[in-house]
DNA sequence: TATATAGTGTTTTTT
DNA sequence: ACACTATATA
């Protein structure tokens, strides 16, 4: 593409942003600027204008998806060579460096990457070994306080240095043995893959060298949320040319909580004077009223870059407010609102996010979108690769693979049960330890080890040798047709379909899933490896599958709603305690945590495109207790002007910041606001005051069933039944009953839609 | 060794 | 409300 070409389409400082192609650059993109459009149209400058080798190109992005779409989006615009560009996540780019220069640190290339599970079993086996008691002792905490040290780069050693009180002594010690295991297991959890590759490229100059002279070009895009060590990389790679160029936006730094060091972005033109900055102020995506919202709300931050979003798109609909009796009217009114203007043609059903704070707000949504037959998904949660049997079956896999991964092999030993029990296990263990093997080859020997029965023995020689089977056939044979031997040969599904309920039913469906995840990669990949497949599986975020094309409701945090955008969105749940959330509130420096949240707050309302809704409910159970929510601050600091507040809500609003903390005039108007619940946890029996928005839905909610216990029933799956019992269970009717061939079945009755005959 | 049961603690956000 | 752990029992 010519020069002129790439730069009309796009604005004056974009275009500033694009031809500053040598030494350091920062770019300050506000919400929705254009920043992906000005970065791609940087990279087919470099190519096409500066005439830089897509092969010394890097970029890296926050998620796999959007490396997806910018490589893709470069591939429009210069047609070919974009294969050679570099696109990728931090984490995905250092395993590649690190696969290749494993040895190098003492690993193999077929390390293990443990995700959270992993580490948590890993950390309560080293708590056991070292006899602490697990209660005095987080195992949890302790791998936090690892993994923040990690993001800034303080080893086992140094921690011990800095920390020399009794706790912190303890946890220099964890983190030592820590790292001693995942060594011996050849294993990296997610902090080491940044960690080690600085450390690969730091122990050797002439390696680091190779780098940086493949990627003279870098690009990092969301550099608000960079932490420390992503920082000391990215500076590493960059020394030789200098040629940085960061996108960022300090207002939505949102990963404090995972070590992003806001300085990073703050101080980019302190580490690099020379730095040219580029401001993106023009936001091209929302309506001027959610867009002034927006700016209205993270005003209130100190310690910012000072700037102000601005826009030539309409005007647009004010932010509605709504607030509700509880979640269910809430998740009731959503899905009544969007099942409304689909039905009206208004919208499709992907125009629509619902956006929440945590994800335990997902299940009253999830339930009333059930209900409702609307179209959804759900973003994150738990996610499917740490389901049980998911991770049984890549437990399998990571032990052909790995050979030294003993969490694995500890884990699957007995799944199915294979009477190897708790005893035997430590017996094998000892052995190991005063042998210095690893738990697998000490199981091998198990006829040696003292104190085994000749039958424990002969189970663990079981066991070894169905491994050492599955191994020797690993090579050559595919992904997905050594998945389904252990599917099979394991008993594992055979197991499951012997339980005959709905629960094993769907884990077999995962199994499946799983096992198609495989042919899939087989597929794409030109040379798939073992190892390549379980690196994906646990590299993948679940955004990154989210399908494009469907057309279904995305529901998902605040958090995994980062760089997207929806014609309507929703926010939900904005309530004092849970956005902002108690954690912040309550923290030791709650200031700087009520920031983070506002931040968060702002990146919400500046994904909506030309709809907004802020809902909130007045009470809301937390921990099975009824908790009065007060309305969020954040919804207080957008000013009144720019609220609906509907026929029948209309509460009254202040245009200004109210006075919240001592009585003083906004006493009145607070009470009023806040319903008068400030101290939490209250109980309140209250009436409904805005009868008119808790009517949707809600008649849908419980209705008793047409049949009683005696009746015989139609359920779309298994037939005829018959009812055995219904029960109350609160929200909903629960109905027994016994389809023959099928068995006795529990479900709900709203859920099941069964049929009188 | 495997299973049922009571008791206990827990929740922010994620690559 | 729910999941996990420790304990008792077969």
Known sequence: MEKQEILERLNEEQREAVVATEGPVLILAGAGSGKTRALVHRIAYLIDVTGVSPGHILAITFTNKAADEMRSRVDDMIGFGSQEITVSTFHSLCVRILRRNAELLGFTRYFSIYDTDDQLSLMKSILRQKNLDPKMIREKAVLGRISSAKDEL?????YKMLNTDYYGKRVGELYEAYQTKLLENNAMDFDDLIAKTVELFEKHPDLLEVYQERFRYMMVDEYQDTNTAQFRLVSL????????CVVGDDDQSIYKFRGANIRNILGFEKVFPDAVVVRLERNYRSTKHI?????????????????????ENAEGAKVKLRRFLNGFEEAGYVCGEISREVRSGKRRYRDYAVLYRTNAQSRLFEEKMLMASLPYRIVGGINFYSRREIKDMLAYLKTIDNARDDLQVMRIINIPKRGIGAATISKVLSYAEAGGISFFEAACSAGEIPGLSASAAKKLTGFTDFIAVLRARAEGRKISELLKDVTTETGYVDELEKEETE??????????????????????????????????VALIADIDTVETGDDRVLLMTLHSAKGLEFPSVFMTGMEEGLFPSSMSINAERPEEEIEEERRLCYVGITRAKESLTLTAARERMIRGEVTASPLSRFVREIPRELVDLGEENAVPMSGRVLNLSGRGADAGMRDAILGGARKSPVRTAYQNPYKKAAVPMSSIQKAKPAF?????????????????EIKDGGKDFLVTVDFPGWGVKKMYASFAKLKKI
């Open 291 to 311: 867009l002034e919202a927006a700016n209205e709300v993270i005003r209130h931050n100190h310690g910012r870059k000072d700037k102000r979003l601005w826009t």
């Open 708 to 724: 009683e216990a005696g009746d015989t029933v139609r359920h779309v799956k298994f037939g005829e039944g018959t009812v055995l």
């Open 154 to 158: 303080v080893t086992p050693e140094k």
């Open 237 to 244: 790679l960059a020394e030789k040319y200098r040629n940085l």
């Open 503 to 536: 629960e094993a039913e769907s884990r077999i469906e995962n199994i499946n899933e799983l096992i198609s995840k495989a042919v899939q990669y087989e597929e794409k990949e030109p040379e798939p490896t073992l190892s390549g497949f379980l690196e994906e």
